[in-house]
């Protein structure tokens, strides 16, 4: 056979063929699938250690896309918390709470500025629920880790107390304890409810949609709880992949 008017033999073709694959198997496999989740593991090694807080403030669908867009946050999962129940469930969830855990980045935002996206994200004042859910699960707690989380959470639930004078804020302070996951199926809720967005980020598996710190925003953007600029942000930058039929969403 020849080849470039050379005599190229067949087993050297061979060998040519199967770089050649190997090659474009390579390609094909970085082109589907979506390591955000390897960069941001190395981004969080490399600065700081994460931090991690705990609140809850009503249903966790909702909390977890309230905190899932503020710049610093690395990761945030649905689960129980301030309970006893070993191994509480959503429909058995014993005397926990629904709640919210926060990985973030204490260089980007801290415990204070966390603090007061929890004050403004729900009404403190309303007795056995939040909005339309009525339950002991959606009350309202600070869990602190440490005494200068204490100082700060009450600190913050005394300003919000003077501030609302004749109502009694409900909120409760209590020492973290153990955060018990909820299930895969409550986990970035209101991204899951966008079947577009999620292709848009390459339908990750579970495991790495729980962990990305891309979902966490895009659960928020979806429940359209990231602040206004933030949102038009994610928009123009969905709107310009729609147009272009490319690239992937990584980042926002
Ligand atoms: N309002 C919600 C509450 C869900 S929650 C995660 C509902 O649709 O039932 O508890």
């Known amino acids: 056979m020849t080849f470039s008017g050379r005599h190229v033999s ?3 073709l061979r060998i040519i063929y199967s770089v050649v694959l190997i090659i474009l198997t390579a390609e094909k496999a970085v082109s589907i699938r979506f390591p955000d989740q390897i960069s941001e593991n190395v981004k969080a090694s490399s600065n700081q250690p994460l931090k991690t807080a705990v609140f809850a403030l009503g249903s966790f669908w909702r909390s977890e896309a309230v905190f899932g867009c503020l710049d610093g946050v690395v990761r945030t999962t649905a689960g129980y918390a301030g309970g006893s129940k070993a191994n509480p469930e959503y429909r058995s969830w014993g005397d926990h709470a629904e709640s919210v855990q926060i990985e973030y980045n204490p260089r980007l935002i801290t415990f204070r500025q966390l603090l007061e996206v929890f004050w403004s994200s729900h009404d403190s004042r309303q007795v056995f629920g939040q909005g339309p859910d009525v339950g002991n699960q959606y009350r309202s707690i600070i869990f602190t880790n440490g005494t200068e989380e204490l100082r700060l959470a009450a600190v913050s639930k005394d300003r919000e107390q003077t501030a609302s004078k004749s109502s009694i804020v409900t909120t409760q302070i ?3 304890g153990k955060f018990c996951p909820a299930e895969p199926e409550h986990q970035k ?4 409810r966008n079947p577009f967005l ?3 980020m390459g339908n990750l598996p579970e495991d790495e949609l729980e962990k990305s710190t891309l979902a966490a925003k895009l659960n928020g ?5 990231c602040p206004p600029k933030v949102q038009q942000q994610i928009n123009a930058r969905i709107e310009e992949i729609i147009r272009k039929g490319w690239p992937i969403l990584r980042e926002v």
């Open 10 to 12: 067949l087993p050297y």
């Open 174 to 176: 209590q020492q973290l």
């Open 189 to 192: 809720f209101e991204l899951k």
């Open 198 to 200: 999620l292709q848009l």
């Open 221 to 225: 953007f979806a429940a359209e709880l």
